[in-house]
């Protein structure tokens, strides 16, 4: 099977610093801040667990394919390298290599990145050939994702082995100008085609809002609110379900961000990793609220990745609160956790207790 590659090196760096996305903007201030690279990391871990089947590859030049398959130890089974070396790659050069690989003939095209970087793969590929996510954006809102690097690997060799099936994916995206200013609008761009096996890709993010819900919502804020504790911060993850607290709480609250409130009052607004790191670095008591992504059940390293492992390891478990709807807890078998690194997401293993409305719980499993 003739597999093309592709890693967007900067995928998911816009993440930790509270960016929607990652841009240039995002890139240059990653990096003028000391943060490394992401997805290559991700589509080394991929790589390194592939175990069977036999693959050869066509990948990009560099940072998009080239290196990570060398670090994997697996340059000899690269067919052909498309491309120019760059220090610093565009989607224009996604673009380039997506339409390369198809013209070679590739069988399958797996990427590394999120939901921008699917959006200009389907636009390459106009859904002909099937096509694979390695998760490592800011946003992984479509169904053409695995759940971790890990398990895209067991995707690929299922289908290199004849088992596994064709399915259509919804390619969403957010407008990111729009998410910057706090507005969700999810759009669906396309169909592609992807390979699906039970329990390994992810399903597209679920958007619901009934009358119910808001008032499921509110009143899991509101109990939320009367039990929160003078003396703590609370780091608010993003999502209406967690932001029903703007109805009890002192100030503004960003609805697609991380909040920090103390005292029932806004502290910080749409902040990052180094804000919330300074309050936990003094031994600040605090709690993290967080709401499962709907469908996808990811309660950390989706969406939210500004509670980075760093911040996670100044904050024990018990204090993890998670909330979520009915409607929403129903759709989900388990709560999931991927940050990248695998010491935090031993940590956040196991049962949680999810308030699902006013003083009312029912207990799940994060995997």
């Known amino acids: 099977m003739l597999v093309g590659f592709i890693v967007n090196p900067y995928a998911g760096l816009g993440g930790a610093i509270g960016f929607k996305g990652t841009n240039e903007e995002a890139i240059e201030r990653a990096l003028s801040l000391g943060y490394d690279l992401i997805a290559p990391r991700r589509a080394v871990e991929f790589l390194v667990n592939l175990r069977g089947g036999d693959l050869r590859f066509i990948t990009g030049a560099g940072l998009m394919g080239e290196y990570e398959l060398a670090e994997a130890g697996l340059s000899n089974l690269i067919e052909r390298v498309v491309g120019e070396r760059k220090s610093r790659t565009s989607r224009e050069e996604t673009l380039k290599a997506a339409w390369e690989m198809v013209d070679h003939g590739a069988d399958v095209l797996v990427f590394v990145g999120g939901d921008g970087t699917l959006k200009d793969i389907y636009e390459a590929t106009k859904g002909g050939i099937p096509v694979l996510g390695v998760p490592s954006g800011v946003k992984v809102y479509s169904g053409a994702f695995a759940y971790t690097p890990r398990e895209a690997a067991r995707i690929l060799e299922s289908y290199a082995s004849g088992r596994g099936s064709i399915a259509e994916a919804e390619v969403l995206d957010v407008d990111e100008d729009l998410f910057r200013r706090d507005v969700l609008d999810l759009r669906v761009y396309g169909v592609v085609k992807t390979i699906r096996v039970e329990g390994l890709l992810q399903p597209s993010k679920g958007l619901s809002n009934t009358l119910d819900d808001d008032e499921n919502k509110l009143a899991i804020a509101r109990y939320l609110f009367e039990n929160m504790e003078g ?52 031994n600040a008591k605090a709690y993290i609220v967080v709401s499962p992504i709907g469908r996808q059940g990811f309660i ?68």
């Open 231 to 282: 003396d703590a911060h609370y780091i608010l993850g993003p999502g209406t379900t967690v932001k029903a607290l703007r109805h009890f709480v002192k100030g503004e609250l960003s609805l697609l961000g991380v909040d920090v409130i103390y005292g029932g009052a806004v502290l910080l607004k749409d902040t990052w990793e180094k804000p919330i790191l300074d309050i936990l670095s003094g």
């Open 300 to 367: 950390f390293g989706r969406g939210n990745q500004q509670i980075s492992p760093r911040v996670l390891r100044l904050v024990k478990k018990d204090n993890i609160i998670v909330v979520a709807t009915r409607g929403k807890i129903r759709e989900l078998e388990y709560l999931r956790v991927y940050t990248g690194d695998e010491e935090i997401d031993a940590k956040l293993r196991g049962y949680y207790k999810v308030l699902v409305d006013y003083g009312m719980y029912e207990v799940k499993k994060a995997i």
